[in-house]
Each structure stands twice: as C-alpha cells, then as structure tokens.
C-alpha cells in the first residue's frame, strides 16, 4: 500500500518553464489537495478536488492549475514558473475530507 | 475564511521536560483539529486529533485539550524525548466547501539531552 506518491521529488526550473507535478493515490479517497510549504509559512492550500472531474481554488490559486481527469490521480501545474514558486509543495488526500489527511512525501521546487 | 495561529516558533525544552503548543482559530464552526508532526526532509504525518464535542484527549506521551468558547487548542508532550524533535503543525477544519484543512505556522520543537 503506497499511500500518497509524487512525482518527481526534486526539480530546478528557469523562470518562465512550464512542469507538471503528480499526485497518485491508491487509498480510493474522493478529496485531494495540494498545498505548498514556506518557512514560516506553515502548509497553504493552493487547490483541491472533492472527486473526478472538479477543482476548486484554495488560498493561493494564482499562477498555478490543476486537473483531476482520474479519481486516483491530482495534477498541479506551472505554466509559466516564477522565483516566487520555489517552495515544497505537498499533495495529500483524504477520505470525503473527513478525518486524517494523508501526505505524500513532497517535491522540492527551485524556480531560478 | 478560517485564519490558525499558533505560538511559540521555536521551542526548546530539556530531555523529560513537558512541551505544550497553543493554537487559536477563528472560525467558530470549525469542527476538526488536527496536529501534525514533520521531521526534517519529511512528510507531515497526523499524531493526535480532537474533535468539537470532546475536551481532551490523549494518546500516551501526547495530548490535546480544546476550548470552544475561547476557540483555542493546545499540544501537551510530557516527558519529552530527543525524537520529539521535529515542526508541528496545528490545523483547523470546518465541514463543507471541500472540508479544507487551514494550518498554523508551525513549531520548531527541539529536545535536548
């Protein structure tokens, strides 16, 4: 049981690039999220999903979009990266957002 | 929307001491707390929660007490270890619009021996 994986852990983009980051999740949880980490910040919520084929914008949707095309699955995207997304971003997903919210492991984005 | 905030930023207490985190919220129809452990390099992973229509609970080493009507919660590690180190994360939950879960800012625990 892998739980919640990302894909990839680490990236370096140019300003100005594009990336899509993965989310896969093996545990049948309707809702999925995605968050980014700053220091100091704590975790803020960038977009989530409450099933196949819905997104809804979180905290700090801006320059970022997502896709939920398979229940299993939550796609974030970057279409034109800025320094000002250099972060970790965290996927996590839970069942009908009730209860433990479960992480994957992270991905480290450097945007230069 | 729901705003978390949480005290101290860093906290640094002696091997066998008792650590608490506090924690306020806004939202008085949150419903759902949550605090979550993070080492270093790692993901945030759930120790205890509580939910509105209890006061406190507890879970070994590890427990939480909540007061709706000051909307406040708080973290309690007693005889704190060096693996104890680590960033906690409080967090609020009200039911609806995705069940979203909004964080505190987090708490650098460190553990001394």
């Known amino acids: 049981n892998a739980g919640v994986t990302q894909t990839p852990k680490f990236r370096v983009l140019k300003t100005g690039q594009s990336m899509t980051l993965l989310c896969a999740q093996d545990m049948n949880h309707e809702y999925m999220y995605w968050y980014r980490q700053d220091p100091g910040m704590g975790l803020r919520l960038i977009h989530y999903s409450v099933g196949e084929g819905t997104t809804a914008k979180g905290e700090v949707p801006d320059g970022y979009n997502v896709s939920r095309l398979k229940k299993q699955n939550f796609l974030l995207g970057l279409e034109s990266a800025a320094p000002s997304q250099t972060s970790v971003y965290f996927c996590a997903s839970s069942y009908l957002g009730l209860g433990e919210a479960f992480f994957g492991q992270g991905t480290r984005l450097t945007v230069v | 929307g729901e705003n978390v905030e949480q005290h101290p930023s860093t906290l640094s207490v002696q091997e066998g001491d008792s650590a608490v985190i506090k924690c306020t919220y806004s939202?008085?129809?949150?419903?759902?707390f949550p605090w979550y452990k993070q080492e270093l390099g790692k993901r945030p992973q759930l120790i205890i929660d509580?939910?509105?229509?209890?006061g406190e609970k507890k879970d070994q080493r590890i427990a939480v007490t909540l007061n709706k009507t000051a909307k406040h919660f708080s973290l309690h590690i007693t005889e704190t270890q060096p693996e104890d180190s680590a960033v906690y994360f409080c967090a609020a939950r009200k039911a609806g619009g995705g069940n979203k879960l909004t964080f505190g800012t987090g708490t650098q625990l460190k553990v001394e021996l």
């Open positions: 939202d008085s129809a949150s419903n759902y």
């Open positions: 509580i939910r509105s229509n209890v």
